[in-house]
C-alpha cells in the first residue's frame, strides 16, 4: 500500500478511529497496530507476511533464550550468533544469491571453469533490509545488555512490523521505539498537527518533487548516449532531487504518521543537500541508517581509535556494506567506493567532524565561502548518484563522460513542473534548515495568524493536486 496511494488516504483515517476511539486499552492498541501493519504489508503480496513472521518470531524468542542463558557467556553468544546468520541468511538468499551466484561463474570462467548453479526466480520483498535491520540491532543489544529481553510478544510484533516505518524506515533501534509499546499513549493535539503538517510536506516532495523530476531521469538515464552535455546533467540533477524527495518524502510521512499514534520515530533527514563537506552529508542523509552502521559495525570494528590503517580499513568496509545493502548491483558498490574515498581525506585529516552547526545559522545567506563548501559537495553527490541511477558501472563512467565530451552552449529542454517543484523545495528547506522539516511552523510572522497557516497549507494542497507527476513507487521499496 502507497502513502500516496487512494487506498492508505481511507487506511490512515479507518486506523486513526479505532486505534483512539475503539481499542484504548494498550494491549489492544498495540494488537491493532500489528494486525493494521499485517495488512498494510500484506497489501504489495500475502507471502511476505510469513517471512516477516518468521523474522519477529526467531527474534524473539532469540532474545529469551539469550536471557535464559544468562550466565553462559558463551551460550549467549551462539545464540545472538545464530539469531544474526539466519537473518542475514534470509536477506542474503532474496536480495543477493543472485548477484553472488553470477560474478562466481564469471570469475571460475576466467579460469577455464564451468559452473552451472540453479537461478532463483523470486520477488523481492518489500522492505526486507529495513525490518531485517531492525530485527537484528534488538538482538545484538539484548546480547550487550543494553536492552533487557522483551516477554511481550505483540509488542515486539508491533516493533517489527509498525506500518509507517516498515518499508523503507527510518531503521528504528529497539532501545527508542521497543519501550514506546509498553507505556499507556494519550492523544496529543499539537503533536498530532505537526504530524500532519509533516505528511503534507512528505507528500508534496514525493508527489511534486519525485515523481515529476522521475519523467524527466527516466528519459534521459535510458537514452543517454543520444543526450547532450547539458540534458546529462540536468538529468542527473534532476536525480539528485528525485531520490531525496522520494526517500525523505517517505519518512516525512513515516514519521508524521507515527506522530498520529502517540509514537516518535528517529529523524531520518537534516537537509543534506546544505551540507558543507561529505561528511556532513553522511551525518544528514538516511541517519538511522548510518548511524546503524556507526554502531554495529564501525565501532566494534575499533573505529578510528586503533591507528590510521585500521581506520581506512573500517572506513571503506562501512561504505562497502552501505553500498551493498542498497542492492545486488556493482553500481551501488562502487558508489559506496567512491563516498569512502571522499570521506577518508576529512577522517584522517581529524575534520570529520568540522561542521556540527547549521550552515549560515541565523543568517539568511551562506557566507561565500560556506557557499563554495556547499557548492563542491554538492557536485560530488551529483557524481555519485549518477552511479546509483546507472545500470553499470561502464555506463555511469560513459554518462559523466559524456556530460563533458558533449558539451554544447545550448539550453536542454527542462521539464517545467520538475524545475518549479524543485525551486519550491529549495527555498522551503532552506528557509526551515534549522527545524526538524520543512512544514513545521513557528508561529512568528503572519504564520501565527490561523488564517494565513490555512492558506500556506491549502496551497501546498492545490500544487500537489496540479502539480503531481505519474504515480510511482517509492525508490528504496526495492532496498
Known amino acids: ?35 493494521v501493519s499485517y ?47 539466519v537473518n542475514l541468511l534470509i536477506l542474503g538468499v532474496f536480495k543477493y544469491y543472485n548477484f553472488f551466484k553470477e560474478n562466481i561463474e564469471l570469475l571460475f570462467h576466467t579460469f577455464g571453469i564451468q559452473l552451472d548453479w540453479v537461478t532463483l526466480d523470486i520477488l523481492l520483498p518489500v522492505g526486507i533490509s529495513f525490518y531485517t535491520f531492525q530485527a537484528l540491532s534488538y538482538t545484538i543489544d539484548v546480547y550487550k545488555k543494553k536492552l533487557e529481553p522483551t516477554h511481550d510478544i505483540v509488542a515486539f510484533f508491533a516493533f517489527i ?4 516505518q516498515l518499508v523503507a524506515g527510518p531503521i528504528e533501534r529497539a532501545t527508542n521505539l521497543l519501550p514506546q509499546f509498553y507505556k499507556s499513549r494519550r492523544f496529543d493535539y499539537v503533536q498530532s498537527v505537526d504530524g500532519l503538517r509533516q505528511i503534507l510536506w512528505g507528500l508534496f516532495k514525493k508527489m ?44 516525512d510521512v513515516a514519521i508524521g504518521t507515527a506522530r498520529l499514534f502517540g509514537i516518535s520515530l528517529m529523524r531520518n533527514f537534516n537537509f543534506p543537500y546544505f551540507s558543507r563537506d561529505i561528511a556532513e552529508f553522511w551525518r544528514k542523509w538516511h541517519i538511522s541508517l548510518t548511524t546503524w552502521f556507526r554502531d554495529y559495525i564501525y565501532i566494534p570494528l575499533g573505529g578510528s581509535r586503533k591507528g590510521k590503517w585500521k581506520s581506512i580499513r573500517n572506513t571503506f568496509i562501512i561504505f562497502l556494506v552501505s553500498g551493498l545493502w542498497h542492492g545486488a548491483n556493482w553500481t551501488f558498490i562502487t558508489w559506496g567506493l567512491f563516498h569512502a574515498v571522499l570521506f577518508l581525506p576529512l577522517l584522517l585529516g581529524g575534520k570529520n567532524r568540522k561542521h556540527l552547526n547549521t550552515v549560515a545559522q541565523g ?70 534548515r534549522e527545524k526538524q522539516h520543512g512544514l513545521q511552523l513557528s508561529g512568528n510572522g503572519l504564520l501565527k495568524f490561523r488564517i494565513f497557516r490555512w492558506g500556506y497549507y491549502i496551497a501546498l494542497i492545490l500544487l500537489i493536486i496540479h502539480l503531481s507527476g505519474i504515480q510511482a513507487d517509492f525508490i528504496y521499496f526495492q532496498f
Not at 557548492?375 to 561502464?394: K, M, S
Request: charged share 15%; proline share 3%; hydrophobic share 50%.
Open 161 to 164: 512490523s509498525f506500518f509507517p
Open 1 to 35: 500500500m502507497l502513502f500516496n496511494s487512494f487506498e492508505f488516504l481511507i487506511f490512515l483515517p479507518t486506523v486513526f478511529l479505532l486505534y483512539w476511539f475503539v481499542f484504548k486499552p494498550l494491549k489492544w492498541q498495540n494488537l491493532l497496530i500489528v494486525v
Open 363 to 432: 543568517k539568511y545567506l551562506p557566507s561565500q565561502k560556506e557557499l563554495g563548501q556547499m557548492g563542491l559537495t554538492f557536485l560530488f553527490v551529483v557524481i555519485g548518484w549518477i552511479i546509483f541511477r546507472a545500470e553499470t558501472v561502464g555506463d555511469a563512467l560513459n554518462y559523466i563522460c559524456r556530460i563533458v565530451t558533449h558539451w554544447e552552449w545550448t539550453l536542454p529542454d527542462i521539464h517545467r513542473k520538475a524545475a518549479l517543484a524543485t525551486a519550491i523545495l529549495l527555498c522551503v528547506e532552506w528557509s526551515q
Open 208 to 251: 511534486v518533487v519525485a515523481d515529476n523530476c522521475a519523467l524527466y531521469v527516466n528519459r534521459v538515464f535510458a537514452d543517454y548516449t543520444f543526450c547532450d552535455g547539458p540534458t546529462l546533467l540536468l538529468g542527473a540533477l534532476f536525480f539528485t532531487f528525485q531520490i531525496y524527495g522520494d526517500f525523505s518524502g517517505y519518512s
Open 39 to 85: 495488512i498494510f504489508y500484506g497489501w504489495w503480496d500475502w507471502r511476505f507476511l510469513l517471512l516477516i513472521a518468521f523474522t519477529t518470531a526467531y527474534s524473539f524468542y532469540s532474545g529469551l533464550a539469550i536471557e535464559k542463558h544468562s550466565n553462559h557467556k558463551k551460550r549467549r553468544k551462539w545464540l545472538c550468533a545464530s539469531s544474526i546468520i
